[in-house]
C-alpha cells in the first residue's frame, strides 16, 4: 500500500483534475480523418482510447467511493480491450465520452478535495491485484488520463508517419 504526506496527496489531486483538458488537447489534435484509424489490428484508435476513458473514468469515480464509504470494498475488475468490443467504442460518439470524463473528474475531484487524512488509509480488496487502497487508487488515476492522452498523441503520430 501506498502512503502520501498531504502536499503529494495534493499534487496528486491537482494533477487528477487537470487530466481531463489533457485529454482533451490530445483528441482535438487529431484531424477527423484520423480519428478512427489504427495503428495495428487489435490496437485502439483515437475515439476508442477517449470511450474507454468514458468507462474507465466512471468506473474510478465509483471505486474510490466504495473504498471510503464501504466497509470491506470489493473492486471489481474489467477487461478494457473486451468493454472496447462489446460496447462498440469504435461507433460510440467521443463527445459524449469527453463529457463524461469531463463531469465525473469535476464531481469526484471536489470529492477528493474534502477527503479527511483517514479515508486516504481505507482499503479494499482488488479481484484482480488483492489489496488496494485510495491512495493506490489515487496513484493510477492521477495519471490514468495523462497516460490515455500520450496514447492518442502516439497514434496520431504513427498516423502522420505512415506517409
Known amino acids: 500500500m501506498t502512503t502520501y504526506d ?4 495534493a499534487r496528486l489531486i491537482e494533477q487528477y483534475a487537470a487530466g481531463p483538458t489533457r485529454l482533451r488537447n490530445a483528441w482535438d489534435a487529431v484531424p477527423p480523418e484520423a480519428r478512427d484509424w489504427r495503428p495495428q489490428p487489435g490496437e485502439w484508435s483515437a475515439r476508442e482510447v477517449v470511450c474507454h476513458c468514458g468507462d474507465a473514468e466512471t468506473n474510478a469515480a465509483m471505486r474510490i467511493r466504495y473504498l471510503v ?6 473492486i471489481h475488475g474489467y477487461d478494457g480491450d473486451t468493454w472496447s468490443r462489446v460496447l462498440d467504442y469504435a461507433s460510440h460518439p467521443p463527445e459524449a465520452a469527453l463529457a463524461t470524463v469531463d463531469a465525473v473528474r469535476a464531481n469526484t475531484a471536489a470529492l477528493l478535495d474534502r477527503l479527511p487524512a483517514e479515508a486516504w488509509k481505507r482499503s479494499g480488496t ?23 492522452a500520450t496514447q492518442i498523441d502516439d497514434v496520431l503520430a504513427a498516423w502522420q508517419a505512415r506517409g
Open 6 to 9: 498531504s502536499e503529494e496527496r
Open 69 to 74: 464509504a464501504e466497509p470491506e470494498p470489493v
Open 126 to 148: 482488488h479481484t484482480e491485484s488483492g489489496p488496494y487502497g485510495a491512495e493506490d487508487w489515487l496513484r493510477i488515476y492521477s495519471k490514468h488520463l495523462e497516460e490515455h
